[in-house]
């Protein structure tokens, strides 16, 4: 007999409902909802949102080849402490994953942790070297539906247009990480009068925008989905918005630090707010979030990037971009006040578990029969965080001394408790 669990006195945010009503969880299943449910195992809920899991459609986890910096462990781990039960697992490992040998290993390493559904993405093109395709249909037999370089952008525009034409065959979606190469050479922060007045090479916004506009381009002649990685420019957001209004299947991702930290950070020099697309502007974090609100952003995902300590030791010029996202992402979104509860929950599972073709069993309303991905969350307890006490394997995270809102205190997957009043189980 498995054990039941009760999850007591939270609101329960559904799609078309909002209700204080108790959820008990029988094997993997939502089995019940209702009012003075008993169970084996009960989790106190008072105060909390009781929603589906989270999904984010950006988790670098490093493995195979950088496990100094993350192991798919501890990445998923790192996942269940911030709310999350999938997370869809970047390509740009080494080797790379684009054969189906890599595929099964990060899935299985995966399994093996048991801590969230790890989804791999697999590369567009072999090697991420954007010279000629990865075996999509291949890939995709092996269970790939989110194909993309991630790390850089595909810049051969007839091989994006044939990649998005074997999309389109296979009913697989590409994302890209928007960025035209030449544009951004030695590229360090967001250009603008502050990377002026420091001196440092500037990754222009037109670099990300052009890219964008291409590819909705490439999009009205194919028809193939296409998914914005991390938008961050204002021109960005107006260009999907409009090839929204065209009715093109488009979809698109901001990140919780785009929303939150702005490019004059640089002036301290720390690596730690050195990413990739750059910190911007207020002004284009008020159109993300306006993109946020009108629908035209449909995820708020992670771009969580574990560097080794020694690896963000470097200069500003030398130093990897990339930051940690995973055990923060929440905290970082409602203290951003951007937008209500609900379309958190939206945002960070509802869309994305759609956008990953995982919502058969991700981002479902919780109701009897639903497997049981979970997270319980209070949505108003205000936090710092402790880097001590974070479970990734990297540090690098520049919302140390930050005022957070919102935390994870309970996450289950699956049926089972990975988080419990915000520790670990496992
Ligand atoms: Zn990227």
Known sequence: MTKTIVIKGGTIVNRASEQ????????????QVGKNLKGDVQLDASGCIVASGFVDLHAHLREPGQEEAETIETGSRAGALGGYTALVAMPNTDPPQDSVAVIDFV????????????????????????????????????????????????????LMRRALEYAK??????AQHCEVAELTKGAVMNECQCCTNLGLPGWPAIAEELMVFRDIELVRITGAAMHFLHLSTKRSVELVRAAKRDGLPVTAEVTPHHLSLTEELL??????????????????????????????????????APHPRRDKEMSLDMAPPGMLGLETALGVVLAEGACEVRDVVALMSWNPAKIARIDDRHGLDLVAGAVANICVFDPEIKWTIDPERMVSKSINTPY??????????????????????GQAQR
């Open 169 to 174: 065959g296979l009913g697989v979606t590409l």
């Open 400 to 421: 140390v001394g930050r005022n957070l809102q919102g935390r994870v205190r309970h996450t289950i997957f699956n049926g089972a408790t990975t988080v419990v009043d």
């Open 20 to 31: 204080a009503l108790d959820l008990k969880i029988e094997n993997g299943l939502v089995a």
């Open 267 to 304: 002036a301290s020099f720390d690596p730690v707010f050195k990413v990739n697309p750059p910190l911007r502007s207020m002004h284009d974090i008020a159109a993300l979030k306006a993109g946020l609100i009108d629908g035209t952003i449909d995820a708020i995902a992670t771009d969580h």
């Open 107 to 158: 899935r299985e390493q995966g399994k093996r942790a048991g801590l969230v559904d790890v989804v791999p993405s697999g590369c567009i093109t072999l090697g991420r070297q954007g010279e000629s395709l990865a075996p999509m249909a291949e890939l995709s037999a092996a269970g790939v539906s989110l194909f993309t370089d991630d790390g850089s952008g595909v810049q051969d525009a007839s």
